[in-house]
């Protein structure tokens, strides 16, 4: 299901990250899924919040750049292949994936996998219409 | 060597002379053929009749280079255009850039000057310069080839960069004058050294070294490294290019060409002209100059010029290096930049004020600018490719608007310290 986004701009300082979720912690905010993309001078902090509005509000509050956007949650078995599957379906229909990060549900049986497109929408629709199971928000806790 | 004899030692009487009849002509010119003059002129209630002797200087009112932008393109042009057989303009000015236009007249003055100038170096016909300044728009190409071939050398045009040519053919063509920035210079004695030359074996004897400051300290290094005797070169694109002044042997101020260029020093707060040894800003008018003439033109540069004789036998008034400016302008490799120039352009990219800092440092003799931009919300990604592009594009837009090769640096917001609210723009970390 496409699900919010929010990507926080964090200079290569020691300390960054663990500030930004002390802030997400200190106003019981939760992580559910989580991805750094970097370089030799800042890196992008990318998480899944089970509440974005407050997130969004409470960081800025700190001066942090937050950008939301829409990426899409994938529900993949835990097992070899299980991804693969998925992937082959997008490459068929000549879908590209910016980027990707994964993150485990209770029970262990399977990996959600959140993936960015430049269309979130004609990505659901291709990966529904080969049947698989296209993680919503309302079960993931993610309103 | 003295290029010029007659006129770089003229006594002080005739000096005056001189001073005075170019003078009352050069008022006379500018108030008929240039509107911009005649309004100050006239809205000063100046009668130029009584504008006599140089001392009367003082009466005249001052121009500046934001005169001359109003003025852009050719509003300050004393001739019609179909007189003018060349116009240079300044590497990196506020917007508009400023326009030297040069009459048949101004480039046989430019090469006289110029060549007064390689000659204090040591420069003769049996020379071979090696002329690494910029040709094209920029002044200091052009400046110094003209100068050259009026003293009959030898010049090769290989302009700025692509050092291991430069290397190449200063080794095969056996230069023996080089002409340069003097941050390129230590930048050739960088390669070649890289390259296992041996400056001593190289047959360079002396280098006119300007566009930038330097330093004494700077000398000492670049004559250690390049063998070579490391001489200072002053000019700017509004009063004709490199050519206003230049050192001799003796290293003690440059020898301003004072029978064309006439020098003052004001305090720049009130206006007020200086006596000489005393510290303020530089103020040039262009007695001879046909093409684009300048009444008292405020320079910006911060010096002082140096009462008594030379032990060189010129009596041409001589000048101290520049100690620094009335403005922000920064010098990079030679390129005049003004910060308010990265801001417009950094304006245009995000669309709001921008919150960056410019950091100047000399790395391996060579300037370097870097820029730290704040991230905004206009500029956040959630794409590394898309912060990358954000950066590539800044590198791309200062490149093209200044020509030169920047760092950028995007960082947290409020991490550029402010004080009472505005950020501290520069931080000139050069230690020239």
Redesign the interface.
């Known amino acids: 299901m496409k699900t919010k986004q929010i990507s926080v701009f964090v200079e290569n300082r020691v300390g960054r990250i663990m500030e930004i979720t002390e802030i997400l912690g200190d106003n019981k905010i939760n992580i559910r899924a989580l991805s750094l993309a970097d370089t030799s001078d800042f890196g992008i902090l990318r998480m899944i919040v089970d509440d974005i509005g407050k997130a969004v509000k409470v960081l800025k509050e700190k001066d942090f750049i937050v950008k939301e956007n829409y990426v899409v949650a994938v529900e993949v078995p835990d097992k070899p292949g299980g991804l693969a599957a998925v992937l082959k379906v997008l490459g068929k229909k000549n879908i590209n994936v910016e980027y990707i990060y994964a993150f485990f549900e209770q029970p262990q049986d399977k990996a959600l996998i959140i993936f960015r497109f430049e269309n979130p929408d004609e990505a659901i629709s291709a990966l529904m219409e080969s049947g698989l199971n296209v993680s919503g928000e309302e079960k993931r806790g993610v309103h | 060597m003295i290029w010029n004899r007659e006129r770089e030692t003229l006594t002080d009487r005739k000096k005056k002379i001189i001073h005075g009849e170019l003078l009352k002509n050069l008022v006379k010119r500018v108030y008929d053929s240039i509107p911009f003059y005649k309004e100050k002129i006239d809205a000063a209630r100046i009668n130029l009749d009584g504008i006599t002797s140089i001392t009367d200087i003082a009466k005249l009112p001052f121009t500046t280079k934001e005169n001359l932008i109003d003025n852009y393109p050719f509003g300050m042009f004393a001739v019609p255009m179909s007189t003018i057989v060349e116009i240079h303009t300044s590497s990196g000015t506020t917007g508009k850039p400023v326009i030297g236009g040069y009459t048949s007249g101004d480039i046989d003055m430019w090469g006289e000057v110029m060549a007064r100038c390689l000659t204090a170096s040591g420069t003769a016909e049996n020379d071979i310069i090696q002329n690494a300044y910029g040709y094209g728009l920029f002044t200091g190409g052009l400046g110094v080839h003209y100068g050259a071939r009026r003293i009959g050398a030898n010049v090769i045009p290989i302009s700025g960069g692509n050092t291991k040519r430069q290397i190449m053919i200063m080794q095969d063509f056996k230069s023996t004058i080089i002409t340069c920035t003097p941050s390129y210079s230590l930048y050739l004695a960088e390669v070649g050294g890289e390259l296992g030359v041996d400056f001593k074996k190289v047959s360079l004897k002396a280098g006119n070294f300007g566009a930038e400051p330097w330093s004494d300290n700077m000398r000492k290094e670049i004559e250690t490294r390049l063998n070579l005797m490391a001489l200072d070169i002053y000019g700017l694109t509004e009063i004709i290019g490199p050519g206003v002044a230049n050192e001799c042997r003796y290293k003690n101020g440059v020898h301003i060409c004072d029978d064309h260029f006439y020098p003052e020093i004001i305090n720049p707060e009130t206006g007020e002209v200086l006596p000489p040894g005393e510290v303020g800003e530089l103020v040039i008018t262009t007695l001879t100059r046909e093409a684009t003439p300048l009444l008292r033109y405020r320079t910006r540069d911060i010096t002082a010029l140096i009462p008594g004789e030379c032990k060189c036998g010129r009596t041409s008034v001589r000048m101290k290096r520049i100690m620094g400016r009335t403005d922000d302008m920064l010098i990079i490799r030679g390129v005049n930049v003004f910060p308010s120039q990265i801001e417009e352009i950094l304006f245009h990219i995000e669309g709001l004020e921008p919150h960056y800092q410019i950091i100047v440092d000399r790395v391996g003799n060579l300037d370097e600018l870097s820029i730290q931009v704040e ?3 206009r ?7 898309g ?2 592009a954000t950066e590539n594009k800044i590198v791309a837009e200062i490149e093209s608007v200044l020509g030169i090769k920047v760092g950028v ?7 550029i310290v402010r004080s009472e609210g505005k950020a501290k723009r520069v931080i000139d970390k050069r230690q020239i």
């Open positions: 991230m905004n919300e500029l956040i990604s959630d794409s590394i490719k912060l990358e640096k995007l960082v947290e917001p409020k991490t």
